[in-house]
């Protein structure tokens, strides 16, 4: 079983930056692929970023290439995510994701566990 907690939302206009974190426990961190996903108010869950065990492997949705950054320190059971740029279209609840495989893709459904979610709301 693994425990994930997001952390780092906040309110921030539009322009502005944010750094959220996931912090990971129950499991050998480096042994999981990790994603990034968010919702906006109704909205279906979209995929933002992911990236492989390593790290060394990172996709992301065309609407925050550019402006946002993956990565993980396996070393603190840690994934980051950071937000520049943004724009109010980037906001929602940004979940963190996890599986049990090197790597898992945009899919919601190749992913094993779920946090709860930090919201990130941008004014314009």
């Known amino acids: 079983q693994v425990q994930l907690v997001e952390s780092g939302g906040g309110l921030v206009q539009a322009g502005g930056s944010l750094r959220l974190s996931c912090a990971a426990s129950?499991?050998?961190?480096?042994?999981?692929?990790m994603g990034w996903f968010r919702q906006a108010p109704g909205k279906e869950r979209e995929f933002v970023a992911t990236?492989?065990?390593?790290?060394?492997?990172?996709t992301y949705a065309d609407s925050v290439k550019g402006r946002f950054t993956i990565s993980r320190d396996n070393a603190k059971n840690t994934m980051y995510l950071q937000m520049n740029s943004l724009k109010p279209e980037d906001t929602g609840v940004y979940s963190c994701?996890?599986?049990?495989?090197?790597?898992?893709?945009?899919?919601?459904?190749?992913?094993?566990?779920w946090g709860q979610g930090t919201q990130v709301t941008v004014s314009s």
């Open positions: 129950g499991r050998a961190f480096s042994r999981l692929a």
């Open positions: 990236l492989d065990w390593s790290g060394g492997i990172r």
């Open positions: 994701a996890a599986a049990e495989r090197a790597y898992a893709g945009a899919a919601p459904k190749n992913y094993n566990y």
